[in-house]
C-alpha cells in the first residue's frame, strides 16, 4: 500500500476527524479549463481523450495543477459501457451524447451481453493504473460509473432526452424487459467498478443522474435497487484500506433515507438539499457531499464567499461532510472563480 499523503477525502467519507473540509468539483476536468480545450483540438474529439490513457491521464491531472484539490476523478465518462456493448458512441457540437444502434426491442436487449472490462475497456483500467502512478500518492483517485437507470436511459433514448418518453414506455408497457435490461447493466458496473478498484480507483461513484425523472414507487423499483446490488458488490477493501462509494442520485433529496441503508458510504447531494436537514436525516448513517449550486461560481468571488459560509454552517460542527458542488461545473466558469472556491472551502473550514 503506498503512503496517501493527502487522506482527507477518504477520511471524511468515513466520517473520521480532517483538519478541513475535502473539496473536489463534479466535471472539474473538461471544457471550462483553456489547456483542457487544447488538448481536445489536439486530440481530435472526445472519445479520442478517453481512449487513450496518457490523454486521460493528462486531463485528469489539469485541474489539480491548478486547484488545491483534495481528489481526482479518472477522466472517462459513464456511456464508455454502452458504448463497449455495442450501441456506438458519438457527440455533436451542442447536442450531447448520441447512439448509432439505441436500443429499440426485446430482440436489442437480448442480444446485449454483460460488459467484461478486461477485455472490453482496457484503456479505463490502463488510464486508472497510469492516474495512480502519476498521482504518486497526493490525492486519491475517484472512480464512477452511470447507475444502471442512468445508463439505461441513454441507451433507449439514443440521445439526450427531456421526458424519457420511449423508456417510461418501456417501464409502464414492457416492465419485465427493463429488468432484464437493468441486470444485464448492473452486472455490468459491478464488473466495470471491481475493475476500477482492482487497477487502483480508492473511492467510487456511482452518478443517478437521471434517477430523479422518476416516480417514487418506480425510483425503488427501476433505480434504487439496482444500486443497491451494485454497492453490495463492490471490493470493499484494496490495498489494505476501505473503498467508499458516493451514491448521486440528482434530484433524489426525497430518498435519502432509503439511499442510506443500501450499505454506501455517503450521498451526494444536489443543491435543492437542505444540507443541515439532510444531516440530521441520514448524518449518522452515511457522510454528505455537496452541494453548492454550480451558478455560483458564474458569478465570482462576491457571491461565493457568502455561499461557502452558508453551506458549511449549515452542516455544522463535526465530520462526514465533503465539499462538492451540486452537479458539474459549467463551461462557462472563469477557473480564477473555481480556485477561488476551492480555496475558500479550505480557508473558512480550517480548524488549525
Ligand atoms: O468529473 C470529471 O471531471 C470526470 C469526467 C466525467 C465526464 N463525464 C467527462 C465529460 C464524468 C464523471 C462524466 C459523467 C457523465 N457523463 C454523466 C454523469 C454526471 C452528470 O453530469 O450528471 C453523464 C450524464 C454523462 C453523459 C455525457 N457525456 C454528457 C451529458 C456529456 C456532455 C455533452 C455536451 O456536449 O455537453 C458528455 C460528454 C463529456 N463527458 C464531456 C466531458 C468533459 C464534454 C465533452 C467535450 O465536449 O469535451
Redesign the pocket.
Known sequence: MDSLKNDSLIRALLRQPTRRTPVWM??????HLPEYRAL?AHAGD?MSLCSHPEWACEVTLQPLQRYDLDAA???????TIPDAMGLGLY?VE?E??KFRKPLRCAKDVESLQVLDTAKDLTYVTDAVTLIRRELNGSVPLIG?S?SPW?LATYMIEGA?SRDFARTKSWLYEQPELLHQLLDILTASVINYLNAQILSGAQVIQI?D?WGGALSDAAYYEFSLDYMQKVVSSLIPVNEGREVPVILFT?GGGMWLDALAKTGCHALGLDWTVNLGDARRRVGSKVALQGNMDPAVLRAGPAAIEPEVRRILRSFGDGSGHVFNLG??ITPDVDPKHAAFFVDTVHRLSNTG
Open positions: 463534479m466535471r472539474q476536468a473538461g471544457r481536445r472526445f476523478i479518472l477522466f472517462s465518462d459513464i456511456l457527440f451542442g450531447g451524447p464512477f452511470g442512468t439526450a452518478f443522474t440528482k452537479h458539474g
